[in-house]
């Protein structure tokens, strides 16, 4: 079982200092659904940003920790026990995404005539290396770690050990983009050939899909949805708690998408803190009553 924590995070612009998050405390467990809910303004996004390491921000207090469970990885690897707990703000992306925290989709604006399935496969490739990197192969594992690194690009030429091949790609990929009701001709469409909103928040499910994290945090994964796409996206989620058992933060303007994907816990940011936690109820209050009460019951006045 993996548990992301923030604690006490607080966070301003970085070329300026009108502070943002004034101490965000949130716990998220393997298996679980926590919907992250606010007005516009209250630093939801910020909170995501801010986890995955957006350069606009500064962290001027507070902590993104990532606790391991010693049989995270199964027999594939030994965690030391100094190695169970690790602060995602000192690391890099990858490192980020091989401790199995899923971030949201980062669109690699350098890269051109990349394919969907080539992209997703080096990305799946490029966290089952960063994971040897960090962790010692279990013994009794005869492939020494040898760091081949990529000779031309990171998209061609055969799979290392250790990595997947494009034809058992093709199966996980296949059978994911079924999940989500994806289209197989999606994965042949190049990286940059312009996704529309809705195909880009499937792209994101579809890539937390195949990294099969612990823990994802979604921003506004349901902005700019149609029903029908809304509740694709929403099945997938629900798969990935359900089969992966990747516990989630989902991000969110409105209860819409919480009919569909139903929260185990709701949180209520406001002015950079999250002020009120509850269960699902706590969604419907606010689809009732709206935010002003919150801002009532905390503040004293709306
Ligand atoms: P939410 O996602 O809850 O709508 P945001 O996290 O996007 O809110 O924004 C929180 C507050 O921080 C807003 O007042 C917003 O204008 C401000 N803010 C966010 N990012 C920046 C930035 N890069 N520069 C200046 N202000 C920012
Ligand atoms: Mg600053
Ligand atoms: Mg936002």
Same mark, same amino acid.
């Given at each position: 079982?993996?548990?992301? +924590?923030?604690?006490?995070?607080?966070?301003?612009?970085?070329?300026?200092?009108?502070?943002?998050?004034?101490?965000?405390?949130?716990?998220?467990?393997?298996?679980?659904?926590?919907?992250?809910?606010?007005?516009?303004?209250?630093? @939801?996004?910020?909170?995501?940003?801010?986890?995955?390491?957006?350069?606009?921000?500064?962290?001027?207090?507070?902590?993104?920790?990532?606790?391991?469970?010693?049989?995270?990885?199964?027999?594939?690897? +030994?965690?030391?026990?100094? $190695?169970?707990?690790?602060?995602?703000?000192?690391?890099?992306?990858?490192?980020?995404?091989?401790?199995?925290?899923?971030?949201?989709?980062?669109?690699?604006?350098?890269?051109?005539?990349?394919?969907?399935?080539?992209?997703?496969?080096?990305?799946?490739?490029?966290?089952?290396?960063?994971?040897?990197?960090?962790?010692?192969?279990?013994?009794?594992?005869? =492939?020494?770690?040898? =760091?081949?690194?990529?000779?031309?690009?990171?998209?061609?030429?055969?799979?290392?050990?250790?990595?997947?091949?494009?034809?058992?790609?093709?199966?996980?990929?296949?059978?994911?983009?079924? $999940?989500?009701?994806?289209?197989?001709?999606?994965?042949?469409?190049?990286?940059?050939?312009?996704?529309?909103?809705?195909?880009?928040? $499937?792209?994101?499910?579809?890539?937390?899909?195949?990294?099969?994290?612990?823990?994802?945090?979604?921003?506004?994964? =349901?902005?700019?949805?149609?029903?029908?796409?809304? $509740?694709?996206?929403?099945?997938?989620?629900?798969?990935?708690?359900?089969?992966?058992?990747?516990?989630?933060?989902?991000?969110?303007?409105?209860?819409?998408?919480?009919?569909?994907?139903?929260?185990?816990?709701?949180?209520?940011?406001?002015?950079?803190?999250?002020?009120?936690?509850?269960?699902?109820?706590?969604?419907?209050?606010?689809?009732? @009553?709206?935010? =002003?009460?919150?801002?009532?019951?905390?503040?004293?006045?709306?």
């Amino acid at each position: 079982m993996a548990r992301l +924590e923030l604690k006490n995070l607080h966070a301003e612009v970085a070329d300026g200092d009108e502070k943002i998050l004034e101490g965000v405390n949130l716990e998220v467990e393997t298996g679980e659904i926590h919907a992250l809910m606010g007005p516009n303004g209250s630093g @939801k996004s910020t909170t995501a940003k801010v986890v995955a390491g957006h350069p606009a921000y500064e962290v001027t207090e507070g902590e993104v920790l990532i606790h391991l469970d010693e049989n995270e990885f199964g027999d594939e690897f +030994e965690i030391d026990e100094d $190695q169970l707990t690790w602060n995602l703000l000192e690391l890099e992306p990858n490192e980020r995404a091989a401790l199995g925290v899923f971030l949201g989709f980062q669109y690699p604006a350098e890269i051109e005539g990349v394919t969907m399935s080539n992209f997703l496969r080096t990305a799946l490739n490029a966290k089952i290396e960063e994971r040897e990197e960090l962790f010692e192969e279990d013994e009794g594992d005869e =492939d020494e770690e040898e =760091d081949e690194g990529f000779e031309t690009s990171p998209m061609e030429g055969p799979a290392d050990e250790g990595e997947v091949g494009v034809a058992e790609f093709q199966e996980i990929l296949s059978e994911k983009m079924e $999940q989500l009701d994806m289209d197989e001709k999606f994965a042949r469409r190049y990286l940059n050939a312009g996704f529309s909103g809705g195909e880009k928040k $499937q792209n994101e499910v579809l890539q937390a899909a195949i990294l099969e994290p612990s823990v994802a945090v979604l921003d506004e994964i =349901d902005s700019g949805l149609d029903i029908d796409r809304l $509740q694709d996206v929403s099945a997938g989620i629900n798969a990935l708690r359900d089969e992966v058992g990747t516990g989630i933060l989902q991000i969110t303007h409105y209860q819409r998408i919480l009919d569909y994907v139903e929260p185990d816990h709701v949180h209520i940011m406001l002015d950079g803190q999250v002020v009120k936690s509850g269960d699902a109820s706590l969604a419907e209050e606010l689809e009732d @009553k709206g935010y =002003d009460w919150v801002r009532e019951e905390v503040y004293g006045t709306a």
